[in-house]
């Protein structure tokens, strides 16, 4: 099984910076890597896959990129509905794996 | 526009076992992947497995085998995911998901998972 790690856990963040989010799979996944937004109480939202396209009506400040096992997702200016938890994903294999999360949280 | 609408919350004693449905509107439901994923109270998410409804074979995680069975019903556009042995550990809500595109023969894994259900509650206590 392919083993996703995310980092950090937590990220404290002011609105209207940037918030960087890491991905690292303990083998290489190609462009196989989605990730996902998920707010308390909610289902997760798809929001990127194939490491770096956006999933529908996802707003362009969210960018992803990477390749193999390092992987990065960029929440370019924060607002206030984005501060979530995210979560990665590998669909190169079953079966299919999500990183721990990072919870990006007001600073 | 698809909808995966979920069964309601139960809750079981420990030993018992839980069938949770997810019934899909909106959209085409046969070839595309079905997939389970779990969240336990303040953790993260976990794939149980999945079913490509118009090849009818699950798929499922290492952990969960022999434990979990998941099936679908073409004629009702909807899936099934049953867990036996329940113990606490298990409590948890459980959500559906459709992968964004249709699964071919012989896939070897399932899309990204673009809809989701609103999740069903299993409780699992004596």
């Known amino acids: 099984e392919i083993v996703m790690t995310q980092s950090p856990a937590t990220l404290p963040v002011s609105p209207g910076e940037r918030a960087t989010l890491s991905c690292r799979a303990s083998?290489?996944?190609?462009?196989?890597l989605a990730w996902y937004q998920q707010k308390p109480g909610q289902a997760p939202r798809l929001l990127i896959y194939?490491?770096?396209t956006r999933a529908t009506y996802i707003p362009a400040r969210f960018s992803g990129s990477g390749s193999g096992t390092e992987f990065t997702l960029t929440i370019s200016s924060l607002q206030s509905e984005d501060f979530a938890v995210y979560y990665c994903?590998?669909?190169?294999?079953?079966?299919?794996?999500f990183g721990g999360g990072t919870k990006v949280e007001i600073k | 526009q698809v909808q995966l609408v979920q069964s309601g919350a139960e809750v079981k004693k420990p030993g018992s076992s839980v069938k949770v449905s997810c019934k899909a509107s909106?959209?085409?439901?046969?070839?595309?992947?079905i997939s389970w994923v779990r969240q336990a109270p303040g953790q993260g998410l976990e794939w149980m497995g999945g079913?490509?409804?118009?090849?009818?074979?699950?798929n499922y995680a290492q952990k969960f085998q022999g434990r979990v069975t998941i099936t679908a019903d073409e004629s009702t556009s909807t899936a099934y995911m049953e867990l036996s042995s329940l113990r606490s550990e298990d409590t948890a809500v459980y959500y559906c998901?459709?992968?964004?595109?249709?699964?071919?023969?012989?896939?070897?894994?399932?899309?990204?998972?673009?809809?989701w259900g609103q999740g069903t509650l299993v409780t699992v206590s004596s």
């Open positions: 083998q290489s996944l190609s462009s196989n």
């Open positions: 909106g959209g085409t439901f046969s070839s595309y992947a």
């Open positions: 994903q590998q669909y190169n294999n079953w079966p299919l794996t």
């Open positions: 998901a459709r992968s964004h595109t249709p699964s071919i023969v012989g896939a070897t894994t399932y899309p990204p998972l673009d809809y």
């Open positions: 194939g490491a770096s």
């Open positions: 079913i490509i409804p118009i090849f009818g074979t699950g």
